[in-house]
């Protein structure tokens, strides 16, 4: 993809549990940005995390950024089903490239 | 609304049929991406507009396509002598500017375009 990874490729987890979603780039970045992408839908912006952050909440959301090892993850807490989704990481410096994607389901 | 609209919402050309898809931002968003979506993929950049100002097409596949945005507002993406490999969810997002990177993007649903 363009100069993003997502991994894993999919996850499946159980109603209740975490999830962990990694995000790696390649070149340097002004902001990370998360986002969410329901079956037939456009992409939702989850949370933005600045390159000089290295941690950032909102709600059952939290994502770290390691800009020296070029990473990013993701962590929802406590799934719920209707988190069922495609979750993909966007590099943002001169443009705004995604990444690969993780497909979660959660099963109820 | 006030979301980003774009239309038509599924497209079936023929092979070597040119298409026009349609993209109306947020009121007053500065900044207007088109990205194309592979079934089971993610965005691939195609082009990034900034106002009336394309400050960058590198991701448009070949010089079939060409997108525009001529008052700073709407954009239509346009894909001439269509081929079966252009088959993909074309999406556009627009968003404020930041002093540097990019604000959140607001995306549309997306034009299906299927070509046969």
């Known amino acids: 993809s363009q100069q993003g990874e997502e991994d894993p490729q999919a996850l499946s987890i159980q109603e209740g549990e975490n999830a962990t979603m990694n995000c790696s780039y390649k070149?340097?970045?002004?902001?990370l940005q998360w986002y969410r992408q329901n079956s037939g839908r456009g992409l939702v912006h989850l949370i933005l995390?600045?390159?000089?952050?290295r941690e950032k909440h909102s709600g059952r959301l939290r994502v770290t950024l390691d800009t020296s090892k070029k990473s990013s993850s993701l962590l929802i807490t406590a799934s719920r089903a209707a988190d069922t989704a495609s979750y993909f990481c966007?590099?943002?410096?001169?443009?705004?490239?995604f990444g690969t994607g993780t497909r979660l389901t959660v099963i109820p | 609304g006030a979301g980003v609209s774009q239309s038509p919402r599924y497209k079936v050309a023929k092979r070597g049929q040119d298409v026009a898809l349609r993209c109306d931002p947020i009121?007053?968003?500065?900044?207007l991406f088109w990205y194309q979506q592979a079934l089971g993929q993610g965005p691939e950049f195609l082009t990034y507009?900034?106002?009336?100002?394309?400050?960058?097409k590198s991701g448009l596949p070949s010089d079939r396509f060409f997108a525009e945005r001529p008052e700073g507002s709407v954009s239509t993406l346009k894909i001439q002598r269509t081929q079966q490999e252009d088959s993909a969810v074309y999406l556009c997002?627009?968003?404020?500017?930041?002093?540097?990177?990019?604000?959140?993007?607001?995306f549309g649903n997306g034009t299906r375009l299927t070509v046969t």
């Open positions: 997002a627009s968003s404020a500017y930041l002093g540097t990177g990019f604000s959140p993007l607001h």
């Open positions: 070149t340097s970045i002004n902001n």
């Open positions: 995390i600045r390159s000089n952050e």
């Open positions: 966007a590099r943002s410096a001169n443009n705004l490239f």
């Open positions: 009121s007053g968003h500065v900044s």
């Open positions: 507009f900034q106002n009336e100002a394309q400050l960058d």
